[in-house]
């Protein structure tokens, strides 16, 4: 690594500039093996220990959280923020570790978090046109209807000029449905249900492009490995060109 212990300790969030050389001073920065490592040495970010503790998540990492209903995922909302559910040091990295996108307070399931600022964008962009697949309970039962018209690319938003791309509607059961969608406006699911007669009671996202929730337990979270960020990235750059392409 190029930066010095110390440096690297702050940037992956473990206190400010003088509290990690202290941290490195007071000999608690150790290998696996218990060497004592100061500040000028070489290290390994997988050989580095913080009271006896391995590093946290190394730079360029993509987590893979069951958020909670209950959780916001800003700064500007009212807490808890997910970030309670998290390694205490990573609100406190360099850059930041950020959600790709949102999910509301009152909506559960897959949220990926990164410090790759230029994963997150292309992740994120409304240009990239990442499907994401939500699943739902709703107040009303089905008419049957549902499919055709979020399918139509005619349907509008509330206070809204540009119409909704054609979204997939999968009816589950009388009351319940699976939309895939591929942008990310402002409550778009709960949204796009009232605007066809609807009201969603619960929502859950169980798919993010290539990566689904599976039988992570709420609340919990797990480190992507470097396949699966690769399946990601290569997966979200393929479904840019295909919008492109398709836009014409
Ligand atoms: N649509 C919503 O209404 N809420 C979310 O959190 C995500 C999509």
């Known amino acids: 690594m190029s930066l010095t212990l110390s440096r690297y300790l702050v940037a992956l969030g473990y206190g400010t500039r003088k509290e990690a050389e202290r941290i490195v001073r007071q000999r608690r920065v150790t290998t696996a093996g218990g060497t004592v490592l100061r500040d000028t040495d070489r290290y390994e970010h997988d050989d580095v220990f913080v009271d006896r503790t391995p590093l946290e998540a190394p730079p360029g990492s993509v987590i893979l959280l069951h958020k909670p209903v209950?959780?916001?995922?800003?700064?500007?909302d009212?807490?808890?923020?997910?970030?309670?559910?998290l390694p205490a040091t990573y609100p406190k990295r360099t850059p930041v570790m950020a959600s790709i996108g949102r999910l509301d307070a009152d909506t559960s399931g897959l949220l990926l978090v990164t410090d790759d600022g230029p994963l997150n964008h292309l992740l994120a962009s409304p240009k990239s046109h990442v499907p994401k697949r939500y699943a739902m309970t709703l107040a009303e039962p089905l008419r049957g209807d549902e499919?055709?018209?979020?399918?139509?690319?005619?349907?509008?938003?509330?206070?809204e000029t540009t119409p909704l791309l054609p979204a997939e509607f999968i009816a589950t059961g009388e009351r319940g449905g699976d939309i895939i969608v591929r942008e990310g406006?402002?409550?778009?699911?709960?949204?796009?249900?009232?605007?066809?007669?609807?009201?969603?009671h619960a929502l859950q996202r169980v798919s993010v492009g290539p990566l689904t929730l599976g039988d992570l337990a709420e609340g919990t979270w797990r480190l992507l490995d470097a396949g699966e960020i690769d399946v990601l990235r290569t997966a979200a750059l393929e479904y840019k060109a295909v919008a492109k392409a398709t836009k014409g």
Do not use: W
């Open 70 to 76: 209950g959780f916001v995922c800003s700064l500007n």
């Open 78 to 85: 009212r807490p808890p923020m997910i970030y309670e559910l």
């Open 147 to 159: 499919a055709d018209l979020l399918a139509s690319g005619t349907l509008m938003l509330k206070g």
């Open 185 to 200: 406006r402002y409550h778009q699911v709960r949204r796009m249900m009232a605007a066809i007669g609807n009201h969603v």
